[in-house]
C-alpha cells in the first residue's frame, strides 16, 4: 500500500511536535513556547503547531537551536530511516578550532554519540554554539551537551564521490544551515560567510554552482562576486537569493541580465529552499 508522501510543511510539524512531546507539556504549554522563541501571537503559534501556517528557514533555525539540534533534523522525514539513527552517513558543516589560539576552518563531520559528562574525553567533540556546530579538541571543553565526532574531514566530500555536485554557498547568517539542508537533497556544499573567503577558495576548488545571499553588506557586493566568478567562469550556474527584491530592484535587474544568473526569493521553508537551488542548478547544468 502507497502513501502519500508529506509536504515539507508536514515533516517540520512532526519533527517539531515530536521535541516538545519530550518535556510532556499540555499543547497550551507547547504554543506558549513557540510564542515566546519566535516572537509570535497565541493564535500564530497554535497556526505553526497544527500545520496550518508555513515555517520559515529562520524560525526552524531558531527553534533548532533552543531543541540543541543541527536544522535539518527538523528538515528530514524520519519516519523513512527506520531503524536508522537520524544521524547516520549524515555529513554536517561545522568550524574547527584545533586550540584556544587557532584560527577557524570549516569541516564537515559525522556526529557520534551524545557525552554524559567529561570522564572519558574523546579525541574531538562536537557543540552546537548559536547558530551552527563547532568541533574542539575533546580536551579543551567538557563533554556537557556535545556529541563525539565520528568522522571528520576538511577535504569537500566532492573528492570521495565526483558524481555529486560541489555548491558553494555565501550568507553571512544561514551559510552553514543552507549548506546542510542542501546535503540532505544530494549536494555537496560548503559554507563561506565572507566574500573574500570564497573568493579565495575559487583559486583551489572547482564549484559546480554558487549560491549568494544578495545582501552581503560593506566592502564586497553580491553583483562584484556574481562578476568576479562570471570571469572565473562563464556558465556556472549562479543563484540569488533575497527577501529585499523590491528594495534592490534596480540591481537585482542588472545581475538577472547576467547570463546563468537566477533568483529566489526569501523566506522560504528550509527543505523546499533547498529543492528549489538543486532543480534550478541540475537544470541549468543540463542545458549548459
Not at 512532526?14 to 497550551?28: M, S, T, V
Not at 556526529?111 to 554554539?129: I, M, V, Y
Request: glycine share 6%; charged share 20%; hydrophobic share 40%.
Amino acid at each position: 500500500m502507497t502513501t502519500t508522501p508529506k509536504s515539507a510543511n508536514e515533516i517540520i510539524c512532526d519533527n517539531i511536535r515530536k521535541q516538545l512531546e519530550q518535556f510532556r507539556w499540555p499543547e497550551a504549554q507547547q504554543a506558549s513556547l513557540i510564542e515566546q522563541i519566535l516572537g509570535l501571537s497565541t493564535s500564530q503559534a497554535y497556526r505553526k503547531l497544527n500545520g496550518s501556517s508555513p515555517w520559515q528557514l529562520t524560525q526552524v533555525e531558531r527553534l533548532a537551536q533552543y531543541f540543541n539540534i543541527p536544522p535539518s533534523s527538523l528538515l528530514v522525514d524520519h519516519s523513512q530511516q527506520i531503524g536508522q539513527n537520524p544521524m547516520d552517513n549524515e555529513l554536517l558543516p561545522a568550524i574547527l578550532h584545533l586550540n584556544n589560539q587557532s584560527g577557524e576552518a570549516h569541516c564537515w563531520i559525522q556526529l557520534g554519540e551524545q557525552l554524559a559528562d567529561d570522564s572519558c574525553a574523546p579525541l574531538f567533540l562536537a557543540k552546537r554554539l548559536h547558530d551552527c556546530w563547532h568541533v574542539f579538541p575533546g580536551t579543551l571543553f567538557d563533554g556537557e551537551d556535545g556529541y563525539e565526532v565520528g568522522y571528520l574531514t576538511i577535504r569537500p566530500p566532492k573528492r570521495a564521490n565526483t558524481k555529486r555536485l560541489l555548491v558553494a554557498v555565501l550568507d553571512d547568517k544561514d551559510a552553514d544551515l543552507l549548506s546542510a539542508i542542501l546535503v540532505q537533497q544530494g549536494l555537496f556544499a560548503l559554507p563561506y560567510h565572507q566574500p573574500q573567503a570564497l573568493l579565495q577558495a575559487m583559486q583551489h576548488e572547482e564549484f559546480d554552482a554558487f549560491v549568494l545571499d544578495w545582501v552581503l553588506g560593506e566592502p564586497t557586493s553580491c553583483m562584484e562576486v556574481i562578476e568576479t566568478i562570471r570571469r572565473h567562469s562563464t556558465t556556472v550556474p549562479i543563484v540569488v537569493l533575497t527577501g529585499y527584491a523590491l528594495e534592490h530592484e534596480s540591481e537585482l535587474s542588472r545581475a538577472l541580465e547576467t547570463h546563468g544568473v537566477y533568483y529566489i526569493g526569501k523566506p522560504a521553508p528550509g527543505s523546499i529552499l533547498a529543492l528549489q537551488i538543486k532543480n534550478m542548478v541540475t537544470n541549468a547544468l543540463e542545458h549548459a
